[in-house]
């Protein structure tokens, strides 16, 4: 049952602490034993005085102060391995937590753009945030009650047995309808629950979203839109959910039912037994304890069966995250790419990002060292398909990428993006310091070469104004920036990697004509002796680009200087006509 193997999983992940563990679950053992093992003393001690009078005082003195002296040292050993159990078991339960969620942000970091472009970021959150609370609750319940209640109850069973069949299969009659409302239930209210956990995803998501979005929402007057829209889906939850809580309850009402009939039952069958001569009153003492135990066991169980039923979709989303298999990643063996020249190579490359369109067809080109290429053509032309393949965002299906003669499939990806450098179009900044965004490349880098490159980017005139310069937080999504500030970041971010290879994906088309003039000649700095890969919509900017590749439906329909392509008068021509002003 996928339920059990989401438990199964959930507990797998403690291997890396696994010798801590396993003490954990021999302290859980111990518990479990000394569960059974005190209702058959106490039971032992009432025969013992209720048998007194057949025995000399020595004597009875005696054997109760063996069965207390027994009773005491289980008692003792329990203390022991509770402490144990308590002190490790919570900070084993954290520790995981926070590997759990340190795990799945580096895996959905390196999962590819088009996943990232179908999930949305709030329900990612959500499921990492929610999967992690939950796998804490498992782990710490595992080891405190879990594991010591089904000892005790596997262990139970043959131990009533032995002492008298008859009053064991009472406690057997419980343990099976326990099993079987449980196991009803559960079947009854599995895709509900699962349509709920959707609910909860979809309210994380709209919620997002809107947070988001905030200036969007407050200026198209969407306010109090937005929150009927999620009180629909707060509806829609609760509509899904309150039935499955109904059975649940439910549960819980038979559950009792089911224990106070087998008490009642256990002091019936003693007290007939007992009259015939075939159990002690230590007997059914015993057996009370046992069927206390038992039923707080039970009750435990069915705690933890609904509370894992209500996690199971969160743990199997957090699972499905976590199982996803990443666009591309390193070869064994992959070698690690040093300073390159800057050679780049394209033979014959083709990809396609659904199996059915190809984004780009037997792309060819060479690029020494040093040269300004730059990519036009019409919107989905493939241009930025291109440029991603290079920094390996993707992998094609067929064809070879070369950069210095190496296929970037044979290096590691870490080596390969440190000697590219891209400046967005749309530039992307962290809700962090301005200093901080800029040394996203460089972490090491000092102030002064911060400075520097903010200087080359024309930015550090702005920053200097700012209040707290460059340790001024630039809000979520930069908000408190403007577009040509963020731009200029972006800029002097790339300036100061310091990369071999420079990607340009429309760099200045987020500046007006005085600040553009301005970020020009910074650019043509940070090109200067470096491949160049200008991914442009307005021509007027690749007029000096050593090459031009014109693209169209993924292929390469023209290429040559900007002059040459002029004077070709094919679609070039016509998009530079299109742009030129009336």
């Not at 406690?171 to 559960?186: D, K």
Request: net charge neutral.
């Amino acid at each position: 049952m996928n339920f059990m193997r989401i438990y199964g999983r959930v507990l797998g992940l403690l291997r890396p602490e696994r010798r801590l563990a396993v003490v954990l679950v021999l302290g859980n053992l111990g518990l479990a034993g000394i569960s059974f093992v005190e209702p058959i003393l106490f039971g032992r001690v009432i025969d013992v005085l209720a048998t007194s009078t057949t025995r000399t005082q020595d004597e009875n003195w005696a054997m109760t102060m063996r069965l207390m002296g027994a009773w005491c040292a289980v008692g003792f050993f329990g203390i022991a391995a509770s402490i144990l159990v308590a002190l490790h078991a919570d900070r084993l339960a954290h520790r995981r937590r926070l590997a759990a969620v340190a795990m799945y942000f580096e895996h959905v970091l390196s999962l590819p753009a088009s996943y990232h472009q179908r999930e949305h970021s709030g329900r990612l959150l959500k499921v990492m945030l929610t999967g992690a609370d939950h796998m804490f609750g498992l782990w710490l319940s595992f080891f405190r009650e879990h594991l010591s209640t089904f000892v005790a109850v596997i262990s139970l069973m043959p131990v009533a047995l032995w002492m008298n069949w008859k009053m064991g299969l009472l406690l057997v009659a419980l343990m099976a309808v326990f099993t079987v409302i449980n196991r009803l239930v559960i079947e009854r209210t599995w895709r509900a629950q699962h349509a709920v956990e959707d609910y909860n995803s979809e309210l994380a998501a709209r919620a997002g979203d809107a947070l988001g979005n905030v200036m969007l929402v407050q200026s198209f007057v969407r306010l109090a839109l937005e929150a009927r829209e999620l009180g629909a889906v707060i509806e829609r939850l609760l509509a899904a959910q309150f039935p499955v809580l109904n059975l649940w309850a439910l549960v819980t009402v038979l559950s009792r039912m089911a224990s106070t009939v087998t008490v009642i039952g256990i002091f019936l069958l003693g007290s007939i037994l007992h009259f015939r001569g075939e159990i002690s009153v230590g007997e059914i003492v015993s057996f009370m304890g046992f069927a206390t135990m038992l039923i707080g066991r039970l009750e435990n169980a069915t705690g933890f069966i609904s509370s894992l039923f209500f996690q199971v979709p969160a743990l199997d989303d957090y699972f499905e995250v976590l199982d996803t298999t990443p666009g591309v990643g390193d070869k064994p063996g992959a070698a690690v790419l040093g300073r390159v020249r800057g050679d780049v190579d394209f033979e014959r490359v083709t990809h396609s990002y659904d199996g059915a369109r190809t984004a780009v067809s037997e792309l060819s080109f060479s690029v020494p060292a040093g040269t300004s290429v730059a990519l036009v053509g019409p919107t989905g032309s493939g241009k930025s398909t291109t440029m991603a393949l290079l920094s390996r965002l993707w992998d094609p299906q067929s064809g070879t990428i070369r950069v210095d003669g190496n296929d970037i499939r044979d290096v590691t990806l870490e080596s390969l993006r440190a000697n590219v450098g891209v400046v967005f179009q749309d530039s992307a900044v962290f809700s962090r310091t301005i200093g901080e965004n800029i040394r996203i490349g460089r972490p090491e880098a000092a102030q002064a070469e911060i400075e520097e490159a903010a200087r080359k980017a024309q930015a550090h005139d702005f920053i200097s104004a700012l209040p707290k310069g460059y340790d001024t937080m630039v809000g979520e999504r930069g908000v408190n920036l403007s577009g040509g500030e963020r731009q200029r970041l972006a800029i002097a971010r790339a300036l100061l990697k310091d990369p071999a290879i420079l990607i340009l994906d429309e760099a200045t088309s987020a500046l007006d004509t005085a600040t553009e003039a301005l970020i020009q000649q910074a650019l043509e700095t940070l090109m200067r002796g470096r491949t160049t890969f200008i991914i442009a919509h307005r021509l007027s900017t690749v007029r000096k680009a050593d090459l031009i590749l014109v693209l169209r439906q993924g292929r390469i329909v023209e290429r040559g200087s900007y002059e040459e392509l002029i004077a070709a008068g094919r679609l070039f021509a016509e998009l530079a006509q299109r742009q030129m002003p009336a």
